[in-house]
């Protein structure tokens, strides 16, 4: 019996493929990479446990890095920055200096934390809902019947001035 494309041209690749989702790479790109249309590569993602599990596997740690690096920006960090020479004598680079240096929080990095973490608190958009009994009648008119009222107010205030 012949082999699967998949089984063929995927199976032995699944290491590569977590190494370009840890990479960052889209699915489009695993798929070019891997030499199949994007459609299939969804379609290997139902079918086979272990190629959605090493996509997962690979953006999962990714993932974390880059939300510790949020959280470290939305926090601020201070960090040691060391001054290097080049000691005439010997050649050998040696550390002249030791300067505590600080990076001061972000707010950017704040607002999109917590408008991911806590988006019923922090989201922009409101969500207000209305438990009365309003009735609101909507009309609509056309473009001409809108200026001839605009025609007929302009002439009103003219009439009062």
């Known amino acids: 019996m012949a082999k699967s494309k998949y089984e063929e041209f995927v ?5 590569l493929v977590e190494g370009w989702a840890r990479n960052g790479l889209t699915n489009e790109q695993i798929a070019h990479n891997l030499g199949i249309n994007p459609d299939t590569l969804y ?9 959605s599990e090493a996509l997962k596997k690979g953006k999962e740690i990714i993932d974390i890095e880059v939300e510790n690096a949020l959280l470290k920006r939305a926090l601020g960090y201070k ?3 060391n001054t290097r020479e080049v000691d005439e004598k010997t050649g050998e680079l040696i550390i002249t200096k030791q300067v505590e240096k600080e ?11 917590l408008k991911n973490r806590k988006p019923s608190e922090w989201r922009d958009k409101q969500e207000i809902e209305h438990t009365g009994e309003t009735n609101i009648n909507m009309i609509t008119i056309t473009p001409e019947e809108r200026q001839r009222r605009i025609d ?4 009103k205030l003219n009439e009062n001035e």
Do not use: N, S
């Open 11 to 15: 199976k032995g690749k699944l290491i």
């Open 43 to 51: 379609e290997y993602k139902k079918l086979y446990p272990e190629f």
């Open 79 to 81: 960090y040691i920055e």
């Open 103 to 113: 990076v001061q929080p972000d707010t950017t990095a704040q607002i999109f934390w």
């Open 152 to 155: 007929e107010l302009k002439k």
